[in-house]
């Protein structure tokens, strides 16, 4: 079982949908972090967080450490938010807390 | 520069042959990354350099794998007598510091070995 879960793999939306996108794990962890990957793009950061919720435009991400969960939101999507959405933690433990686990990301298309 | 540049974009070559790919990060970043993306899959870490510490090579799928970072700034990882298997996507990223820091990722070098 991977250390880190994401639902859905895969998510089709129309636009303006409000879209959530659900990361849970099981370790114990110092930051989770969502990121952005664009078709055949680079990775870009979107948060990290460690404790409650953090807001940027229309994406909002909120984490519960006692559940070991963590969801993503997007509000008003657009097709350009279009992209494959990975979800990683960092670990608590002191040697190695530099290393992130990812999830398997969630593809997510937003039609016009 | 402003961001992670990692160079070749793209890469083709022949099994057995050897191949650089090489990452230069974010101007006073001390700690870089190298994953792996292969297709359908997750990042799999390969190596984390941390300024002057000895790198952690816990992730290098074979002794084929090698990486160095010269002078605590550009980086380059060396895959020797290149399999299939090696084919993927390279990624790189820089942090301002390793533990705590938000992660810079380069657009990646993609390998396909033939």
């Known amino acids: 079982k991977n250390e880190v879960e994401q639902s859905p793999q895969n998510l089709t939306a129309q636009e303006g949908e409000f879209i959530t996108i659900n990361c849970s794990y099981s370790?114990?962890?110092?930051?989770l972090h969502w990121l952005q990957q664009h078709p055949g793009g680079g990775i870009v950061s979107l948060f990290m967080?460690?404790?409650g919720k953090k807001k940027h435009g229309r994406l909002i991400a909120t984490i519960n450490i006692q559940e070991k969960h963590s969801s993503l939101h997007i509000t008003a999507s657009h097709p350009r938010d279009s992209a494959v959405y990975i979800c990683?933690?960092?670990?608590?433990?002191?040697?190695?807390?530099?290393?992130?686990?990812f999830g398997k990301g969630t593809l997510l298309t937003v039609n016009p | 520069g402003a961001g992670v540049s990692q160079s070749p974009s793209n890469k083709v070559t022949e099994k057995g042959k050897d191949v650089e790919l090489r990452c230069d990060p974010i101007?006073?970043?001390?700690?870089l990354y190298w994953y792996r993306q292969s297709l359908g899959q997750g990042l799999e870490f390969l190596i984390y350099?941390?300024?002057?510490?000895?790198?952690?090579k816990s992730g290098l799928p074979s002794d084929r794998f090698s990486a160095e970072r010269t002078g605590g700034s550009v980086s380059t990882l060396t895959i020797q007598r290149t399999q299939q298997e090696d084919s993927a996507v390279y990624l790189c990223?820089?942090?301002?510091?390793?533990?705590?820091?938000?992660?810079?990722f380069g657009e990646g070098s993609r390998l396909t070995v033939l």
């Open positions: 990683a933690v960092r670990s608590k433990s002191g040697g190695s807390n530099y290393k992130l686990t």
């Open positions: 370790v114990g962890i110092s930051a």
């Open positions: 967080l460690s404790s």
């Open positions: 101007s006073g970043h001390t700690a």
């Open positions: 990223a820089s942090s301002l510091q390793g533990t705590t820091g938000e992660l810079f």
């Open positions: 350099f941390q300024g002057n510490s000895a790198p952690d």
